[in-house]
């Protein structure tokens, strides 16, 4: 993979050696990857803005409760102490990566990323204010005039309200977005929730609208290191230098062969088109982010050449030597075996999931009373946790001391579903059957059975002497 | 040789402002992670819990916000040190690629 190397006329006069920054504008493409692009991009966008607005048994189906600390997901509710299926899931998202570049190379770059969707929508917005690549070209270089202030002024205004309702639909995944409508119509939007939109808001005008493919070549941390997982028989994008040079141009009609050329007539259609502003011909390079727009532009110009399309294609470096490509090869089945196992045990453990915890605080007043009886007691706060759907009625009880006995407020504890509830509870144990501390086992267990949570504590009695 | 000691002279630190653009998005993406797992593991209202908190922290999303600006100053700083220490360091601006 090597990079480009700064072109000598590019160098800063200070003797830096940063290019300055040129502004790109890609070039429109028609073509099969630019229609799945689009179609990549509505599909995403579109599950984003819709995702809130889903009701699911009578709350928002998708919602990160953040101030409450639960997360509804469609029939299922985490809590905090769902924790580790969260970092689960994020390694196998990892995976999933480096399972999809190895195999087929820059997919997320070209068509899933975050910034690569979004700035799609912005330059289409672009482009129905400004126009075409050159006029874009153009209406930057002239001088400000009515129409240029027209055309800024109207891409500004599509800009400002996509990322404001972007933002917006964002905070909608955390405060249920019925109700931020309504706070959003009767001005009587939160502090935080304001800050946020305009936040994410700012965040998605300043990524998709200025930093475009900035964002890929200097802050992306995957675009640095996916070229580990490449070898010969990744997916990349590449142009044929075998079929393409020489370049040249010529007429159409005119038999290459017979001027010493290749296929490429170096019309740079594939360079104009490139949002991240690099030659395909050059190999390949950290800097493409396997969009395919290249592709459709070279293809639309051998259909006119009647030259045989695939100058610049998706391939192997394999094949391009003409060597066989292998899809199953230890890399990948050893990614995919272990992505494989992660999802199944994912899924075992969302399924398995105890409905009901229970977390035991200790009094933090007293270590423990001498009561009636010769009694021990220690004074507990159960914070009992409903995952479940439906309320369940729980009764206490403790093991681990010969003749432990427990005291509740009330005989049966009842939680909501969803809820979250604590109550006091004082557990006792005769004196002469322990001393000092020992570790008890507290449990909750529902009358019919479905539900029993336990949750170790420490039961403290004075030491014998 | 020349040259050098003219980049040398010029600026301490020659690309100031590109490297404060990583080093503020590097702490960026730190400070998400340690705020994911921070607040996963403690609810903000919790750990104002016995100092009587201030009542703006009674909202949580105050606490989720405050949090994470803190996370992200701190690896800022712990970004930028970074950067100013290797960026310093005697020889440092000699280096033809960085």
């Known amino acids: 993979m090597n990079a480009a190397r700064p072109q000598p006329s590019a160098v800063n006069h200070d003797g830096g050696l940063y290019i300055a920054h040129q502004k790109v504008y890609p070039r429109e493409v028609e073509g099969r990857f630019n229609r799945l692009r689009v179609a990549a991009t509505i599909a995403l966008l579109g599950l984003f803005y819709a995702m809130p607005w889903l009701q699911w048994e009578g709350r928002q189906a998708v919602l990160f409760d953040l101030p409450a600390r639960k997360f509804y997901i469609f029939g299922l509710t985490f809590f905090p102490q769902d924790f580790f299926l969260l970092s689960w899931l994020l390694i196998i998202a990892a995976l999933s990566l480096f399972f999809f570049t190895a195999l087929a190379g820059r997919l997320w770059c ?34 400000w005039s009515l129409n240029k202030v027209a055309r800024k002024t109207a891409k500004q205004l599509l800009w400002v309200s996509f990322a404001l309702y972007t933002g917006y639909t964002f905070v909608g ?22 800050f946020w939109i ?3 808001g700012f965040a998605t005008y300043g990524n998709a609208g200025y930093m475009r493919e900035q964002v890929c070549k200097y802050m992306c941390p995957y675009a640095r290191f996916q070229g580990a997982m490449f070898d010969r028989n990744t997916l990349v994008i590449s142009y044929d230098t075998k079929r393409g040079d020489p370049r040249g141009s010529r007429a159409r009609g005119v038999d290459p062969k017979s001027k010493g050329l290749g296929d490429c007539i170096d019309c ?23 969009c395919a727009a290249c592709i459709d ?11 045989p399309r695939g100058l610049v294609r998706y391939t192997t470096q394999n ?65 009992f946790i409903n995952k479940d759907t439906r309320e ?31 109550a006091a509870v004082r557990i006792r144990a005769p004196g002469h059957a322990i001393s000092g501390g020992r570790d008890i086992q507290i449990v909750a267990r529902s009358d019919d059975g479905a539900i029993e949570a336990r949750s170790k504590a420490r039961f403290i009695a004075p030491a014998a002497r | 040789m020349l040259q050098t000691e003219q980049t040398t002279s010029r600026s301490r630190w020659p690309h100031f402002r590109e490297d404060l653009g990583v080093l503020l998005w590097a702490s960026f993406l730190a400070a998400c992670v340690a705020t994911l797992l921070f607040f996963a593991c403690f609810d903000p209202q919790l750990l104002v819990n016995d100092v009587a908190p201030p009542q703006w922290l009674a909202d949580r999303r105050a606490g989720y916000t405050v949090g994470f600006f803190f996370f992200w100053m701190m690896s800022a700083i712990a970004s930028f040190l970074t950067a100013y220490l290797i960026e310093t360091r005697s020889g440092a601006a000699d280096r033809e690629y960085r």
């Open chain 1, 110 to 143: 070209g068509y899933a990323c975050p910034q690569t969707v979004w700035t799609e929508i912005f330059v289409w917005m672009e482009r129905w204010t400004e126009g075409k690549r050159q006029q874009r070209m153009r209406l930057d270089q002239s001088g």
């Open chain 1, 173 to 194: 995944y955390f405060t249920p977005v019925r109700t931020l409508t309504e706070s959003a119509f009767t001005a009587t939007l939160g502090g935080w929730e304001l």
């Open chain 1, 198 to 200: 305009l936040f994410y």
């Open chain 1, 268 to 290: 740079k259609l594939c360079v104009q088109a490139c949002p991240t502003g690099i030659d395909i011909r050059q190999g390949l390079q950290m800097e493409c982010i396997a």
């Open chain 1, 297 to 307: 532009a070279c293809d639309s110009v051998m259909d006119k050449m009647n030259y």
């Open chain 1, 319 to 383: 094949a391009m030597d003409d060597k066989p490509t292998r899809v199953a090869r230890p890399r990948t089945v050893i990614y995919g075996s272990v992505l494989l196992a992660l999802i199944v045990g994912f899924g075992i453990a969302v399924a398995n999931r105890h409905l009901v915890e229970v977390d035991v605080l200790r009094d933090r007043n007293a270590l423990y009373r001498p009561i009636e009886g010769g009694l021990i007691e220690n004074v507990y706060t159960l914070r």
């Open chain 1, 392 to 422: 369940h009625e729980l009764r206490i009880t403790a093991e681990g001391i010969d003749g432990l006995s427990v005291d509740t407020d009330r005989e049966l504890q009842r939680v909501g579903a969803g809820e979250v509830v604590s």
